[in-house]
């Protein structure tokens, strides 16, 4: 029994240390390695001012890779009227604070196909459009990662 639970201990610590590994390595990459956790600021990808007047050519992609206060993520996309808005759920995932970091800093970039986007994150306070997102992120999504907590959505403006 004693040697089980030293081998059971020392599976334990080889799975922990690869996840520090996997944890530090990812806060200094070009971008997110793995969706869940955030990567370091972007550093590759032609850097494109003018963006898009209309973002509908993202309607159908599923997520995108997303810059905002020295960190990147992996994350939803919505489009609506031609707008890119970007979600954030409050309850999922836990510890989450770009949101609240954006009301401060706004300073954004939107990674799409190499080229990256400087955008302006704007809050979303109009309720029906706060409404027509969560139904188009319920359709295209199936709904939101965690159904019982609020959702804040930011349009990704032209920088100011």
């Given at each position: 029994m004693k040697k089980l639970a030293k081998i059971l201990g020392g599976v334990v610590g080889v799975i922990a240390g690869i996840i520090l590994v996997l944890v530090v390595v990812n806060r200094?990459?070009?971008g997110p390695?793995?969706?869940?956790?955030?990567?370091?600021?972007?550093?590759?990808?032609?850097?494109?001012?003018?963006?898009p007047e209309d973002w509908s050519f993202l309607a159908d992609r599923m997520t995108v890779e997303f810059e905002s206060a020295g960190r990147s993520r992996i994350t939803w996309i919505h489009v609506l009227d031609g707008d890119a808005y970007i979600g954030a759920s409050l309850g999922f995932p836990p510890f989450k604070t770009w949101h609240e970091t954006a009301l401060v800093d706004p300073n954004a970039v939107l990674r799409v196909d190499g080229k990256r986007y400087p955008r302006h994150l704007t809050k979303v306070e109009d309720e029906e459009t706060q409404a027509r997102l969560k139904e188009g992120g319920e359709r295209k999504y199936g709904g939101s990662p965690d159904p019982s907590s609020e959702t804040w959505y930011f349009r990704l403006d032209p920088p100011r």
């Open positions: 200094f990459w070009d390695l793995v969706e869940m956790l955030p990567g370091g600021p972007f550093t590759s990808g032609e850097i494109v001012m003018e963006g």
